[in-house]
T-cell receptor, first 118, second 111 residues
Framework: EAEVAQSPRYKITEKSQAVAFWCDPISGHATLYWYRQILGQGPELLVQFQDESVVDDSQLPKDRFSAERLKGVDSTLKIQPAELGDSAMYLC????????????????FGPGTRLTVL | GQQLNQSPQSMFIQEGEDVSMNCTSSSIFNTWLWYKQDPGEGPVLLIALYKAGELTSNGRLTAQFGITRKDSFLNISASIPSDVGIYFCAGQRAGSYQLTFGKGTKLSVIP
């Protein structure tokens, strides 16, 4: 069964360091999402890509977070510099399409990267 | 950001019992989704609902899309130990890709 792949699964870093997370969506899925999930909460969207283009990054803290999907397939989310409050699970999800006309589009999640900032 | 009201927050049940949890919103959604998340893993889709009033089953799981489009519930029948985890509801509005999640219901099953 096709799955969303993420790496690393766990990352421990010190504050002010840079970290990067990688996601490989399900093959053929045009839309890719990065979510942040704080312990005890549901996931919250950070950024959405349609192919290689950013569709929505309104919730992304752009002073320290960046995301790219250069070839429209896999994606990288970077934090520089990391802060204590960034400790969370970072989830990647993908869907076949993400156009607004298709509200029934289903998102499938990867296993996540658990980030701990010391 | 906005999150749905999901209840109960947590529940402890005996193996074999039925479970019910629900999700409510002050606004209308066109799609309701139920996910299960195991510790240290990403959410796994259980059931997707696309029409008001729709009742959908997936094995021992049954979910309904409320008629008002502002709520949904999930039932698990004859619970087993592997049902342990956190169950999240998520809503999607018409014409939008965005998912709004509840805070989750943590289920513990006592053998």
């Amino acid at each position: 069964e096709a799955e969303v792949a993420q790496s690393p699964r766990y990352k421990i870093t010190e504050k002010s360091q840079a970290v990067a997370f990688w996601c490989d969506p399900i093959s053929g899925h045009a839309t890719l999402y990065w979510y942040r999930q704080i312990l005890g909460q549901g996931p919250e969207l950070l950024v959405q890509f349609q192919d290689e283009s950013v569709v929505d990054d309104s919730q992304l803290p752009k002073d320290r977070f960046s995301a790219e999907r250069l070839k429209g397939v896999d994606s990288t989310l970077k934090i520089q510099p990391a802060e204590l409050g960034d400790s969370a699970m970072y989830l990647c999800a993908s869907s076949e399409t993400g156009t607004s006309a298709l509200s029934t589009d289903t998102q499938y999640f990867g296993p996540g990267t658990r980030l701990t900032v010391l | 950001g906005q999150q749905l009201n999901q209840s109960p927050q947590s529940m402890f049940i005996q193996e074999g019992e039925d479970v019910s949890m629900n999700c409510t919103s002050s606004s209308i959604f066109n799609t309701w989704l139920w996910y299960k998340q195991d510790p240290g893993e990403g959410p796994v889709l259980l059931i997707a609902l696309y029409k008001a009033g729709e009742l959908t089953s997936n094995g021992r799981l049954t979910a309904q899309f409320g008629i008002t489009r502002k709520d949904s519930f999930l039932n698990i029948s004859a619970s087993i130990p592997s049902d342990v985890g956190i169950y999240f509801c998520a809503g999607q509005r018409a014409g939008s890709y965005q998912l709004t999640f509840g805070k989750g219901t943590k289920l513990s099953v006592i053998p």
